[in-house]
């Protein structure tokens, strides 16, 4: 594969997943890791991503203000979060997972609904703080550096104080027979947390990711209520989800 081919395919799974490990690229492109490392210290110098500790991320996976440069799909994911927006009712308590499609979501949503709204992202928190009628709570613990998220033991002891009405869970792959899953082993059991706080669990989710894998799972597609895409409900690379008694928007 030439360079600039492998350079297309890292940008891609950026765009998708947000992040990308090293020695994954490595093994999906058979190459060494050595050559995927040069490959994303170019793109990072070249400003298309931002190279962090064993691999790479999104330029618009910590970005406060996003803009349509740098937000991958933000077409789509503009699509999902006016989906989402129609689940939300005025006075309910909501929880929001970290992603750029939940800060989408957080952008789109009316300053006139009053609503309060827990989210360990600080990206989040910070989108929502613009929403006059807008409670925001932020789940606070250690800060993960490259998504900005509130992990660890603290944030999990405050989420297992709650009972939210919806929580909208972004998720970096979803297979139907596989689950939901993630790259970040502490992210994952921050997600976990999540679930069980919530009365009702929405996943929004770019249809790119489905089918996808990542090494750590989340919980089982049968555990959530809702999946949003970007596809119509009937859309065939749906079709492995209509017979799981979730609903599909």
């Not at 400003?47 to 991958?72: D, E, R, W």
């Not at 502490?186 to 919530?198: G, L, Y």
Request: with cysteine; glycine share 8%.
């Amino acid at each position: 594969m030439l360079k600039e081919e492998r350079h297309q395919f890292i940008l891609n799974e950026v765009g998708i997943h947000n992040r990308v490990l090293l020695t994954d690229i490595a093994n999906l492109l058979n190459v060494s890791v050595d050559t995927i490392r040069r490959d994303i210290k170019e793109l990072h110098n070249a400003k298309q991503l931002k190279k962090v500790h064993g691999g790479a991320i999104s330029l618009g996976f910590n970005n406060y203000s996003p803009t349509g440069k740098k937000i991958y799909s933000l077409e789509k994911k503009s699509l999902i979060a006016e989906k989402a927006l129609g689940l939300i009712k005025e006075g309910q308590v909501i929880l929001l997972s970290g992603g750029t499609t939940n800060l989408e979501l957080a952008r789109r949503l009316p300053s006139k609904i009053k609503l309060t709204c827990f989210t360990p992202s600080l990206p989040i928190a910070v989108q929502l703080l613009g929403k006059s009628n807008v409670e925001v709570i932020f789940i606070g613990g250690r800060l993960s550096q490259d998504s900005q998220i509130a992990i660890g033991g603290s944030a999990i002891n405050m989420l297992s104080e709650i009972k939210v009405d919806i929580c909208f869970l972004g998720t970096n792959s979803i297979h139907p027979t596989e689950g939901l899953m993630e790259f970040d082993w502490e992210i994952v059991q921050v997600k976990k947390a999540m679930i069980q706080s919530s009365r009702r669990v929405v996943s929004p989710c770019i249809s790119e990711k489905i089918g996808s894998l990542q090494r750590y799972r989340i919980c089982g597609v049968e555990e959530i209520d809702v999946l949003i895409t970007e596809l119509d409900p009937w859309d065939i690379k749906l079709d492995a989800f209509k017979n799981m008694n979730i609903q599909l928007l």
